[in-house]
């Protein structure tokens, strides 16, 4: 079974901070995903990778298959961004997502 | 696009009561999962279809819980009977092949 470990779990900035946040993983994998969860529970998926990186306004993210490792990073952070962020693997031969715990990110103004 | 629906939002019930949870998903979308999110645990799969069919059910708990999707516009969870320690968040996603999954917005379950 992948294991899935983020880090860090809980993170406080200012705004405009340039913010990054990992994962790893243990086994194999056919994709990554980073999702959103804001307070009201909602999940949201940010991103879907399986080399490189990709980038969507200020998300940026990046995965190294041979490191198993994956980084979601957001420049010029905003209040807004403030959410938990995790990260999903799908491992290979299998459909459904292995989740990490998620990090809280806060943003203050 | 109506997005994944999930019913009901909450729920509320006592232990030793049958629950059911209702999820439509995305027309079009061939795969369905059902995930449950707890503090102490986080997100965890639960149980996934692939048109319509059941994959992969070794994340279900126990015999209390089962799942169905009798055609590919719904599916069902079913709790019976419940316990208090099945109170968590429960979330249907639904995608098409290997492409991005799209979240329900939960039903947030209680036990009492």
């Known amino acids: 079974k992948n294991e899935v470990e983020q880090s860090p779990q809980n993170l406080t900035a200012q705004e405009e901070e340039f913010i990054t946040i990992n994962c790893s993983y243990s086994?194999?994998?056919?994709?990554l995903h980073w999702l959103q969860q804001h307070p009201g529970g909602g999940i949201v998926s940010l991103f879907m990778l399986s080399s490189g990186k990709k980038k969507h306004g200020r998300l940026i993210a990046t995965i190294n298959i041979q490191e198993k490792h994956s980084s979601l990073h957001i420049t010029a952070s905003h209040p807004r961004d403030s959410a938990v962020y995790i990260c999903a693997v799908r491992s290979i031969g299998a459909d459904g997502l292995t989740f990490g715990k998620g990090t809280h990110l806060i943003i203050q103004p | 696009d109506a997005g994944v629906i999930q019913s009901p939002r909450h729920e509320v019930t006592e232990m030793g009561q049958e629950v059911t949870l209702r999820c439509k998903p995305i027309?079009?979308?061939?795969?369905l999962f059902w995930y449950r999110q707890t503090m102490m645990r986080g997100l965890e799969l639960l149980i996934y279809?692939?048109?319509?069919?059941?994959?992969?059910d070794s994340g279900m708990p126990e015999d209390r819980f089962s799942a169905k999707m009798p055609n590919a516009s719904f599916s069902t969870l079913k709790i019976q009977p419940s316990e208090p320690r099945d109170s968590a968040v429960y979330f249907c996603a639904s995608s098409l092949n290997n492409q991005p999954q799209h979240f329900g917005d939960g039903t947030r379950l209680s036990i009492l």
């Open positions: 086994v194999g994998i056919s994709a």
């Open positions: 027309s079009g979308h061939n795969s």
């Open positions: 279809f692939n048109n319509n069919v059941p994959i992969d």
